[in-house]
């Protein structure tokens, strides 16, 4: 080797050297920051910091007990402030103490770990179950069959039916007494996207913590069902972010002005003639007509003249292509009709008549205003539709009569 002075040598050498490090920052510092920028990521995307609870994705998880220990730490805080453009290290006096290992669950212990391990690829993780999604999973393997599904069934179908046509609604939970006093008889949810009806609950009992809860039987629209604790279902319920729970069935504003009636013989000069409640008795010979001819009624509502809408009956299938009986009517005033005729057809849902038949063409056509209701239950809903009472109740078809929403 030929004589070289030491700057000759010095240059030579620098060729192999490490590069420095941007900024002069240790390998640790380097995760440090590379860490910080994932939760500041996050925050762009979902507009807040991450948080804890086991509700919560596995990754926002990690990110949350991340962001704690660097708040902890003065020498993280110290590091990461100039590049704290969405004040996430702020509040961190206050910071509670870091959990031990034997503290921490599952997911925050994995978090501490992968924060131990450097950078690693727990993030592109496939199919990790949540906690939640792993009791979501527990509740439905506990349901059973419901065996009796075919009473509980025309309930949850006509729920599906007023939801889509306005008459119900969906309102988010709430984590509180009142979504509690929600879970109650005659109820409907839609939780793990399935409607689910409240059948009976138990009496109310007061737990070892000192908390009163009650048993709740629950039937699903897959026909299963449980029967749980009520703060247990409110638990599920509050998981599921998607869950929601649905709305009593409203008229209104069935009346344009609830202080009139909509009855001829209580009306004012200004009130308006909007349409007729109007029920028939069918003439046809059909066999299963005939056998029920006294309790089957057709009920309807119209905004024109009830002989004029009759009058070609035994063309139409909505009349079961017979001619029929005018048995009633009743004269409506300031009335949205069409929320009236879908309430009434709600609550005689169970004693719908199934019956199938062809019309001119020999297409089969399937009536849906044909109810096997008594005369004296009907005059009894027109009675309740002018007290305003009448969206509180279901038609029992056992006992022959209206009964209070959940208690059949």
Same mark, same amino acid.
Request: net charge negative.
């Given at each position: 080797?030929?004589?070289?002075?030491?700057?000759?040598?010095?240059?030579?050498?620098?060729?192999f050297?490490?590069?420095?490090?941007?900024?002069?920052?240790?390998?640790?510092?380097?995760?440090?920051?590379?860490?910080?920028?994932?939760?500041? #990521? /996050?925050?762009?995307?979902?507009?807040?910091a991450?948080?804890?609870? !086991?509700? #919560?994705?596995? /990754?926002?998880?990690?990110?949350?007990?991340?962001?704690?220990?660097?708040? $902890?730490?003065e020498?993280c805080?110290?590091?990461?402030a100039?590049?704290?453009?969405?004040?996430?290290?702020?509040?961190?006096?206050?910071?509670?103490?870091?959990?031990?290992?034997?503290e921490?669950?599952?997911?925050?212990?994995?978090? !501490?770990?992968?924060?131990?391990?450097g950078?690693?690829?727990?993030?592109?993780?496939?199919?990790?179950?949540t906690?939640?999604?792993?009791r979501?999973?527990e509740?439905?393997a506990?349901?059973?069959?419901c065996?009796?599904?075919?009473?509980?069934?025309?309930?949850?179908?006509?729920?599906k039916?007023e939801?889509?046509?306005?008459?119900?609604?969906?309102?988010?939970?709430?984590?509180?007494?009142?979504s509690? $006093?929600?879970?109650?008889?005659?109820? /409907? @949810?839609?939780?793990?996207?399935?409607f689910?009806?409240?059948?009976?609950?138990? !009496?109310?009992?007061?737990?070892?913590?000192?908390?009163?809860?009650?048993?709740?039987r629950?039937?699903?629209d897959?026909?299963?069902?449980?029967?749980?604790?009520a #703060?247990?279902?409110q638990?599920?319920?509050?998981?599921?972010?998607?869950?929601?729970?649905?709305?009593?069935?409203?008229?209104?504003?069935? @009346?344009v002005r609830?202080?009139?009636s909509?009855?001829?013989g209580?009306t !004012?000069?200004?009130?308006?003639?909007?349409?007729?409640?109007?029920?028939?008795r069918?003439?046809?010979?059909?066999?299963?007509?005939?056998?029920h001819?006294?309790?089957l009624?057709?009920?309807?509502?119209?905004?024109?003249?009830?002989?004029?809408?009759?009058?070609?009956a035994?063309?139409?299938?909505?009349?079961?292509?017979?001619?029929?009986?005018v048995?009633?009517?009743?004269?409506? /005033?300031?009335?949205?009709?069409?929320?009236?005729?879908?309430?009434?057809?709600?609550? @005689?849902?169970?004693?719908?008549?199934?019956?199938?038949?062809?019309?001119? @063409?020999g297409?089969p056509?399937?009536?849906?205003?044909?109810?096997?209701?008594? #005369?004296?239950v009907?005059d009894?809903?027109?009675?309740?539709?002018?007290?305003?009472?009448i969206t509180?109740?279901?038609?029992?078809?056992?006992?022959?009569?209206?009964?209070?929403?959940?208690?059949?």
């Amino acid at each position: 080797m030929s004589d070289i002075d030491l700057d000759e040598l010095r240059a030579e050498l620098g060729d192999f050297a490490q590069p420095e490090k941007k900024g002069g920052r240790t390998a640790r510092e380097e995760r440090i920051i590379a860490g910080f920028e994932e939760i500041q #990521r /996050f925050v762009d995307q979902h507009g807040g910091a991450p948080q804890h609870g !086991e509700e #919560r994705d596995i /990754f926002e998880r990690i990110y949350a007990v991340r962001l704690d220990r660097l708040r $902890a730490l003065e020498e993280c805080r110290s590091l990461l402030a100039p590049l704290d453009r969405q004040g996430l290290l702020s509040g961190a006096e206050s910071v509670a103490p870091m959990p031990t290992a034997d503290e921490m669950d599952d997911d925050e212990l994995l978090a !501490e770990l992968e924060g131990a391990a450097g950078t690693s690829d727990i993030t592109t993780l496939r199919h990790v179950r949540t906690a939640a999604e792993k009791r979501a999973a527990e509740e439905i393997a506990n349901r059973e069959k419901c065996e009796d599904f075919e009473q509980f069934q025309p309930l949850i179908e006509q729920a599906k039916r007023e939801l889509k046509d306005g008459i119900r609604s969906t309102r988010v939970i709430d984590n509180n007494e009142n979504s509690l $006093a929600e879970i109650k008889p005659g109820a /409907f @949810f839609i939780v793990g996207g399935q409607f689910a009806y409240v059948a009976s609950e138990s !009496e109310t009992f007061t737990t070892q913590y000192e908390r009163n809860d009650r048993r709740v039987r629950t039937i699903y629209d897959n026909a299963t069902e449980a029967t749980v604790l009520a #703060r247990s279902f409110q638990k599920s319920l509050y998981r599921d972010t998607s869950a929601r729970r649905i709305s009593d069935p409203e008229a209104g504003p069935l @009346f344009v002005r609830e202080e009139r009636s909509p009855f001829t013989g209580q009306t !004012e000069e200004d009130d308006l003639a909007s349409g007729t409640i109007y029920v028939l008795r069918s003439k046809s010979d059909n066999p299963t007509v005939a056998a029920h001819r006294d309790i089957l009624h057709k009920i309807g509502v119209t905004g024109g003249d009830v002989n004029k809408r009759v009058a070609n009956a035994r063309l139409d299938p909505t009349f079961l292509l017979a001619d029929v009986e005018v048995v009633a009517t009743y004269t409506l /005033f300031n009335v949205n009709r069409v929320k009236l005729e879908n309430v009434i057809h709600r609550i @005689f849902a169970p004693a719908q008549l199934n019956i199938e038949i062809k019309d001119r @063409f020999g297409n089969p056509v399937v009536p849906r205003e044909w109810f096997l209701v008594p #005369r004296f239950v009907i005059d009894d809903a027109v009675e309740k539709i002018k007290d305003g009472t009448i969206t509180g109740y279901i038609y029992d078809v056992q006992s022959a009569r209206l009964t209070p929403r959940g208690t059949s």
